[in-house]
């Protein structure tokens, strides 16, 4: 069992930063590769980054590829998302993602994730 606890969300403005945080519980934290997805109002959830379990392998959805950044503290059982220039149609509830089972194949996909957070908010302004 893997627990997730997010944190880091809040309001900024558009061109500002921010990092989102995703403490894990559990002693397989190592095992597992970690996503980040995003799901605004009215919107399916969106795939914004992945990272193997080592951190050396990640994946980006295009719309974030240069201004966000996933790293993982495996010592520290966290993974983060590094946020910069944000912009407002970055606004949404931000999720992590840990995946026990699933393949990295499938990293894309919330059906490739075992467990959940509950979510972080992100609201940037114009």
């Known amino acids: 069992q893997v627990q997730l606890v997010e944190s880091g969300g809040g309001l900024v403005q558009a061109g500002g930063s921010l990092r989102l945080s995703c403490a894990a519980s559990g002693r397989t934290f190592n095992n597992v590769a970690m996503g980040w997805f995003r799901q605004a109002p009215g919107k399916e959830r969106q795939f914004v980054a992945a990272t193997t379990s080592s951190g050396g392998v990640t994946d980006y959805a295009d719309s974030v590829k240069g201004r966000l950044t996933i790293s993982r503290d495996n010592a520290k059982n966290t993974v983060y998302l590094q946020m910069n220039s944000l912009k407002p149609e970055d606004a949404a509830v931000y999720s992590c993602?840990?995946?026990?089972?699933?393949?990295?194949?499938?990293?894309?996909?919330?059906?490739?994730?075992?467990?959940w957070g509950q979510g972080t908010q992100v609201t940037v302004s114009s």
């Open positions: 993602a840990a995946a026990r089972y699933g393949r990295w194949s499938a990293r894309r996909a919330p059906s490739g994730y075992d467990y």
